[in-house]
């Protein structure tokens, strides 16, 4: 399990620093969004994602690497705004920021380590594109509870469902990585 839990940390680094990079150039410029265009963007990730792997080629040039780390940070992004709410400006200043997402990588990771305990790390034998499936699946689930205000009768709620897109992206991540050698 530790080697999961160092591989885990160099995803979560890797996109911890893209969000610093992006957070430099656009500010929190989203905190405007609400949790459902969230969703959607998580969406259009991972359709692209699918479309890709179904193609088996990308007119745009951008391998999916970079969706996935998308799918991260949107996620944290959106669990944030489940917690603290849409602004109309977005004042919220870089050190709070970072502690907003450092928060959440760290609920994701504790959650992913709780369930790998009892899965056994099962994803490890999961197929990429299946990994792709079970986000639109999440995703699709988040934009249903989502028409319904939040409420389910038996069912976990958006922030569950955020927190594993977030861990099935980062599974998809590290068996990339795996692919190309080990490297980041």
Not at 171 to 184: S, T
Request: proline residues 2%; glycine residues 6%.
């Amino acid at each position: 399990m530790s080697e999961t839990s160092r591989q885990y940390d160099e995803v979560i680094r890797e996109c911890r620093a893209l969000f610093v990079a992006k957070l430099k150039d656009y500010g929190a410029s989203w905190r405007i969004m609400r949790p459902t265009s969230m969703t959607d963007q998580i969406f259009i990730k991972v359709n692209r994602i699918r479309s890709i792997q179904d193609k088996g080629v990308s007119l745009v040039g951008d391998d999916i690497r970079g969706e996935f780390v998308a799918i991260i940070n949107y996620g944290i992004m959106g669990l944030v705004q489940l917690e603290k709410g849409y602004t109309e400006q977005p004042e919220a200043d870089e050190p709070h920021v970072l502690e907003w997402y450092d928060k959440y990588a760290e609920v994701a990771k504790d959650l992913m380590q709780s369930k790998n305990h009892d899965y056994d790390e099962a994803w490890r034998s999961m197929r990429i594109a299946s990994l792709t499936d079970m986000i639109l699946t999440k995703v699709f689930r988040t934009k249903q509870i989502e028409d319904h205000q939040g409420q389910t009768s038996v069912s976990e709620g958006i922030d569950a469902n955020y927190l594993d897109m977030i861990n099935y992206a980062v599974f998809a991540l590290i068996r990339l990585n795996e692919e190309r050698g080990g490297k980041v």
